[in-house]
């Protein structure tokens, strides 16, 4: 015992100083398990992520908004004991938190972002987010994405390869913050994303999540 004691030491003498990055968060819902890598590229936006997970703040909200081809989305407080048909998304917090856009982070498939409404300063939800699903793009179908809802900003050569294989929602990127990627449990994503919704977008069976923030011994 006390050997393995002095391993675990070890290591974590040598891995310490990482091993508080890019902290982790399972999410657990009637469809399967998706984990979530946080960017400590949009510390703000981790750190209050993180916060409310470890409050509980999550649990039996619900993905209330759901588009096919596009993303899901949830963290609405409302929508812990919304009844069927209720109209979801104006719950918050009551604060909002500055926008963390950084060039290398963008919308592909799996993207972890932050909702907000439509404001100049473009501050996200204190809570709401989405993941994206998307779908995948042609060489044609972004050049002509760039010229229009990208207002001629160049989507760079890396990000245009995945947009093309593994898809996503470029039409966003650097409009809304993007904090974090799944990292497992992609075929979750697609699964909420096929429900079956009603005309606000709500999908007709409810699907509520719970997260968890993983401990860092846990995170490589």
Not at 2 to 11: A, E, R, S, V, Y
Not at 15 to 36: C, E, F, L, N, Q
Not at 67 to 91: E, V, W, Y
Not at 191 to 210: C, E, V, W
Request: net charge positive.
């Amino acid at each position: 015992m006390k050997k393995l004691l002095l391993l675990c030491t070890l290591f974590l003498l040598i891995v310490g100083p990482g091993i508080a990055k890019d902290r982790k968060v399972k999410v657990t819902t009637p469809y399967g398990t998706m984990i979530i890598r946080l960017y400590d590229q949009t510390p703000k936006h981790r750190d209050n992520f993180i916060k409310l997970a470890r409050q509980h703040f999550y649990d039996s909200t619900l993905f209330h908004r759901v588009i096919l081809n596009f993303m899901i989305q949830g963290g609405d407080p409302d929508s812990k004991h919304a009844h069927p048909g209720d109209t979801l998304g104006n719950g918050d917090v009551g604060y909002t938190i500055p926008p963390e856009f950084q060039l290398d982070l963008f919308h592909r498939k799996g993207a972890l972002g932050a909702a907000r409404e439509d404001r100049p300063d473009k501050a996200s939800s204190g809570c709401q987010f989405y993941i994206v699903q998307g779908k995948v793009f042609t060489d044609e179908q972004l050049d002509k994405l760039e010229q229009t809802r990208l207002k001629g900003r160049k989507i760079p050569t890396d990000q245009r390869q995945v947009y093309k294989t593994a898809g996503g929602s470029p039409h966003l990127d650097q409009n809304y913050t993007v904090f974090g990627q799944v990292i497992k449990g992609m075929d979750v994503i697609d699964k909420i994303a096929a429900l079956k919704t009603d005309s606000h977008d709500r999908p007709l069976q409810d699907m509520p999540m719970k997260i968890r923030v993983m401990k860092k011994w846990l995170i490589f």
